[in-house]
């Protein structure tokens, strides 16, 4: 079992940055990533990351802009998030796995545990 915590959220306007925080506990994972969910949408991928090689996968819409950083003796996962846009308002959600079918950085059932989402709001 992993636990997730997620912080860091919150408003801010258009052009602004956040970072998110992820603090994992119990099992070690193997991979860990961040989703968002806005009102009315299904959950999406943002970005993915192995830990063991530090592999990470960023979706398009957010390349550029986002990225993601790790302390170790933390166990903490980063999300930092800069040139916010309207857009980017939703909800973030944390994501690990331990060991399982790898179906892709931004494929939800490829992850067995799960935050409980930090809300993210971007106003213009």
């Known amino acids: 079992q992993v636990q997730l915590v997620e912080s860091g959220g919150g408003s801010v306007q258009a052009g602004g940055s956040l970072r998110l925080s992820c603090a994992a506990s119990g099992n070690k994972p193997d991979g860990m990533g961040w989703f968002r969910q806005a009102p009315g949408k299904e959950r999406e991928g943002v970005i993915g990351y192995f830990l063991g090689s530090g ?70």
């Open 55 to 124: 592999v990470t996968s960023i979706a398009d819409s957010v390349k550029g802009r986002f990225s993601i950083s790790r302390d170790k003796e933390k166990n903490t996962l980063y999300l930092q998030m800069n040139s916010l846009k309207p857009d980017d308002t939703a909800m973030y959600y944390c994501a690990a796995r331990t060991t399982g079918q790898w179906y892709g950085p931004f494929e939800m059932k490829s992850y067995h545990f799960w935050g409980q989402g930090t809300q993210v709001t971007v106003s213009s």
